[in-house]
């Protein structure tokens, strides 16, 4: 793992989900209980590391199949997005260290954004309620852009809304999906591993550092060492 450009770091790029709030064992459950319900079954494992990063209506159309509408691709989601929150609501909470981090990198002038695959319903959920919010300069979600991760979109959109090349952006992602979006986006990448352990992020070259979580890291030292 090294970097792939030498260019200063203006921004952080913050994937949420696993990234911000350690929530994927929830998003995991709460997809296996929903396709439960309808007679589907996955094993946990792979069903997280197929899904991680893609939006909840590219993960309905590849398992329930082209014939469904649109329209009830869009309402089924909802259900499980509901199903999701009801779940993990009782244990919301950020990242060890997370608030404490973000305010090092705005007191060095480093801008600070969000770009997720969560629809609007989630982010309000995490970053509104457990009041988060207000340390971005720009949030992207799945309403802002076509596909999810590993497309690029999400990550670009988050620089173009902060005005800044893509070179100029570190991206912090807990899921390969995720890395490799920002790879393609151009950006570098801190993989944190809530969710999977270090050897899942080793083959990305864009991926600068490995950290359990924001305790095990300073602004100072990661923008030291670009």
Not at 13 to 37: C, P, Q
Not at 109 to 124: D, E, H, M, R, Y
Not at 128 to 136: G, I, T, V, W, Y
Not at 210 to 219: G, Q, R
Request: include cysteine; charge should be negative; charged fraction near 25%.
């Amino acid at each position: 793992m090294h970097s792939t450009t030498s260019n200063a770091a203006r921004a952080f790029i913050f994937d949420m989900d696993g990234t911000i709030v350690d929530n994927m064992a929830y998003h995991t459950k709460s997809w296996l209980e929903f396709f439960a319900r309808r007679g589907k079954e996955y094993d946990p494992d792979a069903f997280f590391r197929e899904t991680a990063g893609a939006q909840g209506r590219e993960i309905l159309r590849a398992r329930l199949g082209p014939d469904v509408p649109d329209e009830q691709i869009a309402l089924l989601a909802l259900e499980k997005d509901a199903l999701y929150r009801e779940m993990y609501g009782p244990h919301r909470a950020a990242i060890a260290g997370f608030e404490a981090f973000v305010t090092q990198a705005d007191a060095r002038g480093i801008q600070l954004a969000v770009a997720t695959s969560a629809p609007p319903g989630n982010i309000v959920f995490t970053l509104d309620e457990l009041d988060l919010r207000r340390h971005f300069h720009a949030v992207v979600g799945a309403a802002d852009v076509k596909h999810g991760k590993p497309h690029p979109d999400v990550f670009l959109k988050a620089a173009e809304k902060l005005g800044l090349a893509p070179a100029e952006c570190i991206v912090f992602e807990d899921a390969p999906m995720g890395v490799e979006a920002a790879r393609r986006a151009g950006m570098r990448a801190v993989a944190i591993t809530t969710t999977l352990p270090a050897e899942a992020f080793e083959e990305y070259d864009n991926v600068i550092k490995v950290v359990t979580d924001y305790d095990k890291l300073s602004v100072e030292d990661l923008l030291a060492g670009l």
